[in-house]
């Protein structure tokens, strides 16, 4: 499909940080020693909504900073806004005690090394309830802190392979596939957040803290149920059905005559009655191949062939436009060039942009805060930090300068702050 490149973007809501904002977390305190995606994801959804997330990095910096487009850190930017960095070189012991002083006044405590690391560091999590009972412990790994995996590499893609995902992704006759974003990752983070909110009212009830035993695995294999109550009643593996549904009939991804993508979804009898008056087919609803989803279903090749050849007469627009008149549960499949122009993600505010000197037209894109309160809505309080940006603002209080000071000249707390 051809797109015009010279048209300007949709009017996106410019924000600006605010320093002073609070959420509904004011006043709660999470240590971040995690790094990369699942434990960034987590503190944001804290961070958005007014916990003070203090991202403990190495002398290195997260992960994270490394991902850069065009020399721009841009997922370190997006992930950790509304964050503080200090930088601590954990391989000494005077960082740790660091560590175990923050720990006693935070409620919150998120690590991602692999298991047994926080134990050979002094910060196992007995160690950590004892100096702060009521503290929350999120532990994120690959695979969980028990079992036999507990030890091996516990990177997302081998989440999304071993969980099933990339075994129902993709056509039959071709291989499976896996997500080309970080999707194991991503919903442990949401998975976690929700986790900690659950501890945080029990530690706050009872003044017991807990520990939160947190794999990549779990979240992904979670979120793709039925499947295995669907496995055990047919004694069928289900099949990588590309863009169409094994439950409903027809939905796939259908193109037009000028090149685009459509997304149908014909979960009801209604919806599929419509669509057949709306591309001129009231026939079909009646056509014994057709007449319930079970026979759709039996006949898919068919009838998908059918709306294919009805879809590829016209533009995707146009097509978009009658289906919208006609009550017809189609919407267009949009790349990110197309989702920048969007009116329906300017209104919404899903995408928001804040002042950023390092862009090349001084603004960075980034989503809004989610989820949405009605009386205690998200914030953007601060850019993502520079590495140990809020080493003085933060350990000053703690440690007195004379000791911040003496630890810096020992190479124990670096970065900038």
């Known amino acids: 499909m051809d797109r015009d490149q010279t048209q300007p973007r949709q009017p996106k809501r410019r924000r600006e940080f605010n320093a002073a904002a609070q959420g509904a977390l004011d006043g709660v305190r999470v240590v971040d020693l995690s790094r990369l995606v699942a434990g960034n994801m987590l503190t944001k959804v804290l961070a958005d909504h007014g916990a003070e997330v203090l991202k403990v990095e190495p002398p290195a910096g997260d992960s994270l900073r490394a991902w850069k487009v065009g020399g721009i850190e841009t997922a370190w930017k997006t992930w950790c806004r509304n964050k503080r960095s200090l930088c601590l070189d954990l391989r000494q012991a005077p960082a740790v005690a660091v560590v175990k002083r923050l720990a ?5 405590l998120v690590e991602s090394f692999r298991p047994g690391v926080l134990e050979e560091m002094g910060l196992a999590p007995e160690t950590l309830l004892a100096l702060n009972p009521r503290l929350v412990i999120v532990r994120i790994s690959g695979w969980g802190q028990t079992g036999p995996y507990r030890h091996k590499p516990g990177f ?11 075994a129902l992704n993709g056509f039959a006759d071709r291989e499976p596939v896996l997500p080309p974003m970080f999707m ?3 919903y442990a983070g949401l998975y976690g957040a929700s986790a900690v909110m659950i501890a945080l009212r029990h530690a706050e009830a009872t003044g017991q803290g807990q520990v939160i035993d947190l794999s990549l695995f779990e979240p992904m294999f979670t979120v793709l149920e039925p499947q295995m109550a669907n496995w055990r009643v047919s004694g069928k593996v289900k099949p990588r059905t590309g863009s169409r549904s094994t439950n409903t009939a027809p939905r796939n991804a259908y193109r037009t005559r000028d090149g685009g993508w459509l997304s149908l979804s014909t979960s009801t009898q209604a919806v599929f009655v419509r669509l057949m008056h709306s591309i001129g087919r009231p026939e079909l609803v009646d056509d014994p191949r057709f007449r319930s989803n079970p026979d759709r279903l039996a006949n898919i090749d068919i009838i998908d062939g059918i709306i294919r050849d009805a879809l590829g007469q016209m533009d995707r627009a146009e097509a978009l436009a009658k289906f919208d ?3 017809v549960t189609i919407g267009p499949i949009m790349d990110v060039a197309e989702l920048d122009q969007d009116a329906y993600i300017a209104d919404r505010e899903a995408l928001v942009e804040v002042p950023d000197a390092d862009m090349p037209d001084g603004t960075l894109p980034m989503h809004g805060e989610v989820p949405r309160l009605s009386l205690t809505p998200g914030i953007l ?3 993502a ?11 000053t209080p703690l440690l007195g300068a004379t000791e911040l000071a003496r630890l810096r000249a020992a190479g124990v707390v670096l970065g900038e702050g």
């Open 184 to 186: 194991a990752d991503a």
């Open 156 to 166: 997302g893609t081998l989440v999304e392979g071993y969980a099933g995902f990339a």
């Open 385 to 395: 930090p520079r590495l140990g940006e809020h080493n003085d603002t933060v350990l």
């Open 381 to 383: 309080r601060n850019p």
């Open 104 to 108: 006693e006044g935070a409620a919150i």
């Open 325 to 327: 008149r006609d009550g």
